[in-house]
């Protein structure tokens, strides 16, 4: 029995060190939740003193604290805290930061309907050299301007900026004459810290197009059948060869348009 005592004594030690630690874990879990920070840290553990004590200098430490982005994308529970940032700039308690108002409540009029679903302009269609046909974000933007006019549409983030690698992205949600109609996340590739502001806007239009297709924008675009036609009437696919890597490879053109540097036909 002694050496029964002896061995549990320990445990029961370890398992009250746990009880505390989680509670305070769970202390600094709520503080960070109201409190928002922009100050750096540095990675450094709270001290062994009380939860109370730790909650009460956390806020004034600098060396103990995280920036409010990484405040923010940690998975406290409460969904609004973790995905909005406000250093960006966004409330967490805007009313089109989460709503669904509006939607498929009924149809646009019909004058909003033929703007929105109008057949494609072939002659401003474009082609990836991987083959993929596009049409450019711009006349997107013309398209939903000529159907609800400027100001009549807009697009609502709906969640901080995320990184992965080096491919930026954003949740975004269409808003148009007060009525939610889709939601999206944009992505946009980025080479180093200098382009975040450019891979910004990229990520914001990639989601724009992601939703207009919920409006029957420029459909024919995913219909095999009429990217088919259009490939064989108006692409050409061709070898051609990098001016100073000397690499070849297979790529798509339209025949209206030439190879341009450093790409060179065989």
Known sequence: ?????????????????????????????QLRRATTVRVVSSNKRPSSTSPEANSAEAPENGKTEKTAQQVFNEPTGDLATSLFNPS????????????????????????????????????????????????PEIKYRRILNRAFGPGGWGLVPRGAHSVSGRTL???????????????????????????????????????LVRCCKDLGIASELWDPAFISTFKAKYCVEEWVTHAV????????RLKSRQWEYPWKKQ
Not at 1 to 18: D, E, H, I, N, Q
Not at 245 to 252: A, D, F, L, P
């Open 245 to 252: 890597r000397g690499s070849k490879k297979r790529m798509w």
């Open 88 to 135: 960006e700039g966004y409330l967490q308690d805007s009313h089109w930061s989460t709503s669904f108002q509006g939607m498929a409540t009924e149809p646009f009029e019909q004058r909003i309907s033929d703007a929105l679903m109008a057949p494609i302009n072939e002659s401003e269609v474009e082609i990836k050299p991987d083959g993929l046909l596009y049409l």
């Open 1 to 29: 029995m002694r050496k029964l005592a002896t061995v549990c004594r320990p445990l029961g030690t370890a398992v009250s060190k746990l009880k505390s630690t989680d509670a305070m874990a769970l202390s600094i879990a």
């Open 169 to 207: 992205s954003r949740e975004y949600a269409l808003i148009c004459l007060g009525r939610f109609i889709s939601q999206a996340r944009g992505e946009q590739d980025y080479f180093d810290d200098s382009g975040l502001a450019t891979a910004t806007e990229g990520c914001k239009s990639n989601a």
